[in-house]
């Protein structure tokens, strides 16, 4: 199985700077034959499911503010918030989706204000 | 929209089986995949499976072989997580989540359903 290990597990941030969290993967979730890295990020606020916000490595889902982004190829990838508003504390997952069965997920990064 | 209405709430004895149940609605339900993720207190994500709504085919993580059934009922676009043998460390919130296109990665979650199993 493909582990995904996620950095930092928490970070806090001001509000309106930018917030990086790191994601890696054992091995690579890049398909060569298509270009594309298998790769989704998801938002879970307290008490909510979680939320989808990025597929592909870099691509936002409908309705996602353009101040998250996604970046990275391979094994390594980032998600970067912009400027950081209140409503984005949340615990923070990656996902491959290279080699399934199974899914895997990191372990979460939990995002707070400084 | 697209919707997961998931059933309500359940305490289990250990060794007990539960059942949880996922309405799907505001789309075609046969035409994506359903997964099944769990959340212990305070802990991450867990992938536990798929099932295809249209022939009712299914992948389980390894870890819940033989104590997982997932299905589906195509005439009330439903679709259903059996665990048995239920233990302590099974006591979670049990999502359904629609996957996108094949893809395996989730579009759509449901609220959850917690699960608690107690003597």
């Known amino acids: 199985d493909i582990v995904m290990t996620q950095s930092p597990d928490s970070l806090a941030v001001s509000l309106g700077e930018r917030a990086t969290i790191n994601c890696k993967s054992s091995q690579s979730v890049l398909y060569s034959s298509n270009n594309k890295n298998y790769l989704a990020w998801y938002q879970q606020k307290p008490g909510q499911p979680p939320k989808l916000l990025i597929y592909w490595a870099s691509t936002r889902e409908s309705g996602v503010p353009d101040r998250f982004s996604g970046s990275g190829s391979g094994t390594d990838f980032t998600l970067t918030i912009s400027s950081l508003q209140a409503e984005d504390v949340a615990v923070y997952y990656c996902?491959?989706?290279?080699?399934?069965?199974?899914?895997?997920f990191g372990q979460g990064t939990r995002l707070e204000i400084k | 929209q697209v919707q997961l209405v998931q059933s309500g709430a359940e305490v289990k004895k250990p060794g007990a089986s539960v059942k949880v149940s996922c309405k799907a609605s505001?789309?075609?339900?046969?035409?994506?995949?359903m997964h099944w993720v769990r959340q212990a207190p305070g802990q991450g994500l867990e992938w536990m499976g798929i099932i295809n709504p249209s022939g009712g085919s299914t992948s389980y993580a390894q870890k819940f072989q033989g104590r997982v059934t997932m299905t589906r009922d195509t005439s009330t676009s439903t679709v259903y997580m059996e665990l048995s043998s239920l233990r302590s460390e099974d006591t979670a919130v049990y999502y359904c989540a629609k996957d996108d296109y094949g893809d395996y990665y989730m579009d759509v979650w449901g609220k959850g359903t917690t699960v608690t199993v107690s003597s």
């Open positions: 505001g789309y075609t339900f046969t035409s994506y995949y």
């Open positions: 996902q491959q989706y290279y080699s399934t069965p199974p899914v895997t």
